[in-house]
């Protein structure tokens, strides 16, 4: 049985164990790193390596790794044995602060997208004491950040910690005008709500596409989709629900505090949402969720598929990123106040993002730019690919008012000012809730629901951070050099809602109108990932990253490479998968089918059973299939020829464009004419399992 007292977080080297097993200086030098990401001494990290040792291998524990996060979006690991050999022939089990500190994995075969081309192809991994080390099965695993030798970024997590020190460093100099301490530090919060599906592993092993691509490539509508929407917040059927108990308890023990569970809208979908943490943590928090989620699966006789888009026609599934600022002594500065200073502060706050996102509507498109997340956005289940911001409407009324303050201050009439006679009464519980938008404020934290089910929330994160804390410090560098404090605050906050206020959006974002609408306004619409990716390395976003120390160009560069790369690699092996199936297994059940029905017109005719040919149902039948072979053959020809021109096209923006339009129609052309044709041949003869099956197949 488990027992929230003992077992929570029982697999972490956390506070509690550090204080419990550490000497009270080492202790406190430890945490002094954490708090202020000061470098820790040498003698310091042996002594914590030690203890940290020794707690593992009470554990049962006989190994150690670096857990990092390349830029393939999972997680890697090496794990080493703590195994030393005496002089005397015995072993003894040692892990030194030196091994804490540094590994050097071999980089050479982790997606670089060009760094290793100029520069070494040796990495190392560095641990990063912000995030606690924990155990999993038998080995102890040491977060890390990995970079080249030169120091370049490799992997995920660098950015997001570069880019919380921005945050930080912006948030501190607005907070100091605000009259805060010194020591007040800012950071940011996220809670990731994450979608998935489950289904028989019988159905998954009998489906290459889905073995492959996480998704399939072909599949007819079943008769009962998610028409009804009766699997939403239904009753959890016991396999699922066994399988999310030990789901649940097995994050807890990683002090992962798993709080919600329910059933999504599509049949065989759920969701499961932690309590919100730091981003740092809550990243590899919710990589780790998505580990386990996959490998306890096996157990229950289930499949988790993380997939944005497992399966057409049906919801896909995507990933709430909520995120805030709050100071270290726990206030959130996106809470609206009580007091009218309180309120300027938190308004001040509000605009920084509404600025953030309508300046950087690119970048935050990018984050969230696959293969995958284009079947999704803006298929009417998830936001379109236009960024905008939902305040809701009485949000959206106050900062109305308080921009006519400024027409009034224009005409010299009496103006209101923010944090001096003001105080709005803000909502405090936005029930209004816009479902679709893209980046929705809900009374306390923005939702970005862009983020697709199998990405890394590290990206858009990184990104979010970086773009907040530029529109903070430029708040700053404003609001230093003034006189008078709150009047400064008060034109900041009139003028940042004139300037940016096309970005607020409270009305339907599914809708057509929508998208003439955000035209007009300006707003960018990049549809797709070929459209997005190329703005990556614009000379704003350069710029912008290499300002706050997140990205140094020949970062961004690479990761733009890589993105694009990602993509096109991602389509390539759909196609090739498509047209395996189709010569593999499609072609000979559709060709066996056929022979059936033109062996039962034949014995007909031999017995002479009176039929006139045109009406009788094999001749009819075997029309039908022998038209749709043809399409089916031309559309396979179609694909196969665009897979062979691909290899012509020069560059990754190129490709990607190519892969997005001939490979990709192509494929959905061929899929069109296999799910016809699955429709019409004997259920005993089609070689995959069908929508309905595999949607229905958990009992
Ligand atoms: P829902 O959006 O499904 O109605 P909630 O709004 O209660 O549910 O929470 C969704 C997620 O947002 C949870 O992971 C929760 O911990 C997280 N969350 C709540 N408050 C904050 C906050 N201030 N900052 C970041 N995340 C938060
Ligand atoms: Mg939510």
């Known amino acids: 049985m488990f027992n929230m007292n003992t077992d929570f977080g029982s697999m972490v080297f956390n506070d509690a164990v550090m204080r419990d097993r550490l000497p009270k200086e080492i202790y406190e030098s430890l945490n002094k790193t954490m708090l202020t990401r000061v470098p820790l001494d040498i003698n310091v990290a042996n002594v914590v390596a030690n203890a940290m040792k020794n707690w593992a291998v009470e554990k049962g524990v006989t190994h150690f790794t670096h857990w990092f996060q390349p830029m393939t ?72 950040a990995f970079c080249s030798y030169s120091g370049e970024a490799l992997d995920k997590k660098t950015p997001l910690l570069r880019s919380m020190q921005a945050i930080s460093r912006e948030g501190r100099r607005l907070l100091k005008l605000f009259g805060e301490a010194d020591d007040v530090d ?140 709050a100071t270290s002594t726990g206030e959130n500065l996106l809470d609206p106040g009580s007091t009218p200073y309180e309120n300027a502060r938190f308004l001040l706050f509000l605009c920084a993002v509404i600025k953030a996102v309508d300046e950087h509507q690119d970048l935050l498109r990018i984050s969230v730019a696959t293969a995958a997340n284009d079947h999704r956005l803006g298929a009417n289940e998830a936001p379109p690919a236009i960024i905008s911001v939902f305040l809701g409407e009485e949000l959206t009324d106050i900062l109305e008012t308080i921009k006519r303050g400024a027409e009034y201050e224009q005409k010299e009439e009496t103006q209101m000012e923010i944090g001096v006679d003001v105080l709005p009464v803000f ?60 009047a400064a605050v008060d034109a900041l906050v009139k003028r940042t809602i004139v300037e940016h206020e096309r970005i607020i959006f409270n009305g339907n974002n599914y809708s057509e109108e929508w998208v003439a609408e955000a035209e007009k306004r300006g707003l960018l619409n990049l549809a797709a990932v070929a459209d997005a990716l190329p703005l990556f390395t614009m000379d704003k976003n350069i710029k912008l990253f290499e300002k706050h120390g997140v990205l140094m160009r020949s970062e961004v560069v690479s990761r733009a490479e890589l993105l694009m790369e990602n993509y096109v690699k991602t389509i390539h092996i759909e196609a ?15 060709v066996d089918y056929t022979g059936k029905v033109l062996d ?45 021109q691909a290899a012509r096209c020069s560059g990754a923006t190129e490709s990607a464009r190519y892969y997005g339009t001939e490979v990709f129609y192509s494929m959905q052309s061929l899929r069109g004419s296999v799910d016809e044709l699955e429709t019409i041949v004997g259920g005993n003869d089609w070689p995959l399992p069908t929508y309905g099956e595999i949607l229905y197949s958990v009992k």
């Open 427 to 486: 909502p405090k519980d936005t029930t209004d809730r816009n479902r679709t938008s893209p980046f929705a404020f809900t009374g306390n934290k923005f939702e970005f629901r862009m983020v697709g089910s199998s990405l890394s929330i590290a990206g858009p994160n990184f990104i979010l951070n970086t773009i907040v804390a530029d529109a903070l410090s430029q708040f700053a560098d404003e609001l230093e050099k003034a006189d008078d404090f709150l």
């Open 576 to 590: 090739l998968t498509m047209i395996d199936l189709v010569h593999r297994m499609i072609i000979p059940a559709v």
């Open 186 to 325: 800012v950071l940011a919060n996220v809670g990731a709500e994450q979608e998935y599906f489950l289904i028989d592993q019988s159905m998954y092993d009998k489906r290459p596409d889905l073995i492959y691509c996480g998704r399939t490539l072909f599949g007819a509508r079943p008769p009962k989709g998610q028409d009804l929407e009766d699997h939403y917040f239904g009753a959890i059927k016991p396999r699922v629900a066994a399988y999310m108990s030990e789901l649940d308890e097995t994050l807890w023990t990683l002090g992962i505090a798993s709080k919600t569970k329910h059933n999504e809208v599509a049949p065989a979908q759920h969701e499961l949402a932690p309590i919100y943490e730091s981003v740092n943590i809550a990243t590899d928090h919710n990589q780790l969720t998505m580990e386990l989620m996959k490998i306890i699966a096996p157990n229950h006789g289930l499949t988790c598929l993380l997939h944005e888009k497992p399966f057409a026609g049906v919801n896909g599934s995507g990933k709430h990123n909520n995120w805030s600022i």
């Open 73 to 144: 979006g999972v997680t890697a690991e090496k794990h080493e044995a703590f195994i030393s050999i005496e002089p005397n022939g015995g072993v003894i089990m040692e892990f030194s602060g030196k091994e804490l500190f540094r590994g050097e994995p071999d980089a050479s075969s982790f997606p670089t997208g060009g760094i290793r081309a100029t520069f070494e192809a040796r990495g190392y991994t560095a641990w990063d004491p912000t995030s606690y080390a924990f155990i999993k099965g038998n080995v102890l695993c040491i977060p890390t």
């Open 600 to 644: 039962s017109l034949h014995k007909k005719k031999n017995m002479n059973i009176s039929l006139s040919l045109d009406t009788s149902l094999e001749a009819k039948l075997a029309e039908r299939l022998s038209g749709l072979s043809g399409t089916l053959q031309r559309d396979l020809d179609r694909l196969e020829e665009a897979v062979m």
